[in-house]
């Protein structure tokens, strides 16, 4: 584990291969019950570049009409979402240490192209509860930058297996993903193959 500034934890490699097949089976399975679908920004009505679904109580979603949100059912089937894998709440206790369990955990598909720019996670109610980063497949070149949005950022390489925890002052730190690298071998688990290239887990407390 490094810590890569106050309150952000790098643990590279956290999951070996064998967790990272079984907690991508796992993640199959809730795409399975709730498909990927593609947000569009709040305004604009621009598509992201990735596709994204959620398990647990609550799902992140955004459309043009009512901006970033979270909702209790998928924006496309009207379904509630898929209960979190019981493995998300270990690696939570294990590594979060907030005496409350999370309740959403947003599914991000990346291809070859996806980016995500610099934001903040700024739709909870709950800025104490810190954020847990599961990275599986290709490595990506991630960016973390500070509290405004014109601060300078670091960059790193997350790979699969790797967990990120940002808490306390990195909290509210804006960060981004911004390309996905052509790493040799560094591809998902059978699982999820066929879907991209990367999928990121961000699990949150919300309420």
């Given at each position: 584990m490094s810590e890569i500034g106050p309150g952000?934890?790098?643990?590279?490699?956290?999951?070996?291969?064998?967790?990272?097949?079984?907690?991508?089976?796992?993640?199959?399975?809730?795409i399975a019950a709730a498909p990927l679908y593609v947000s569009t920004m709040p305004k604009t009505g621009a598509?992201?570049?990735?596709r994204m679904t959620n398990c647990g109580a609550l799902g992140w979603v955004s459309d043009k009409e009512r901006?970033?949100?979270?909702?209790?059912?998928?924006?496309?089937t009207g379904n509630p979402w898929p209960a979190m894998p019981?493995?998300?709440?270990?690696?939570?206790?294990?590594?979060?240490?907030?005496?409350?369990?999370?309740e959403a955990c947003l599914v991000n598909v990346y291809d070859e192209t996806a980016r995500m720019g610099l934001h903040q996670d700024k739709d909870e109610a709950d800025f104490a509860a810190p954020i847990l980063s599961l990275s599986l497949g290709a490595d990506c070149r991630f960016k973390l930058g500070g509290t405004r949005r014109g601060d300078g950022a670091i960059?790193?390489?997350?790979?699969?297996?790797?967990a990120l925890v940002l808490s306390g002052l990195a909290r509210m730190r804006y960060h981004g993903v911004d390309r996905i690298l052509p790493?040799?071998?560094?591809?998902?688990?059978?699982?999820?193959?066929?879907?991209?290239?990367?999928?990121?887990?961000t699990l949150r407390r919300v309420t």
């Open positions: 952000a934890f790098h643990y590279p490699s956290f999951l070996d291969a064998a967790a990272q097949t079984a907690l991508a089976e796992e993640i199959a399975k809730v598509p992201m570049s990735v901006g970033y949100r979270y909702e209790p059912r998928h924006p496309q019981q493995r998300l709440l270990e690696l939570w206790n294990e590594l979060v240490h907030y005496h409350k369990p999370p960059a790193l390489t997350l790979s699969s297996g790797d790493t040799i071998g560094a591809t998902l688990p059978a699982a999820l193959a066929a879907l991209g290239a990367r999928v990121n887990l």
